[in-house]
């Protein structure tokens, strides 16, 4: 089992940047893939960005060329690195991860952009 916890959310102006931090509880270098998801109120949660245990990311076309994410195998986490924010990214940020066939999910942080 794995057990998932994000931090780094808060209140941020448009343009400004946030890192979101998501620690697993064993080393995710076992971990086939992790991702962070979003869900704004009203809509369905949406896939943001993914990587894999060999390195290789994907990006919705929202956020490309905004958001990076990284993950350090050393401390167990899972990074997503959102600049340039704007207010239609404002949403509770999920972290996944698929382990043995399993998905597991964090319990989210939340990210408000004001204009």
């Known amino acids: 089992q794995v057990q998932l916890v994000e931090s780094g959310g808060g209140l941020v102006q448009a343009g400004g940047s946030l890192r979101l931090s998501c620690e697993a509880s064993?080393?995710?270098?076992?971990?086939?893939?992790m991702a962070w998801y979003r869900q704004a109120p009203g809509k369905q949660r949406e896939l943001v960005a993914g990587i894999t245990s060999g390195g290789n990311t994907n990006y919705a076309d929202s956020v490309k060329g905004r958001f990076t994410i990284s993950r350090d195998n050393a401390k167990n986490t899972l990074y997503l690195q959102m600049n340039s924010l704007k207010p239609e990214d404002t949403a509770v940020y999920y972290c996944r991860s698929l382990y043995r066939a399993r998905i597991y999910w964090g319990q989210g942080t939340q990210v408000t952009v004001s204009s």
């Open positions: 064993l080393s995710i270098f076992s971990i086939n893939s």
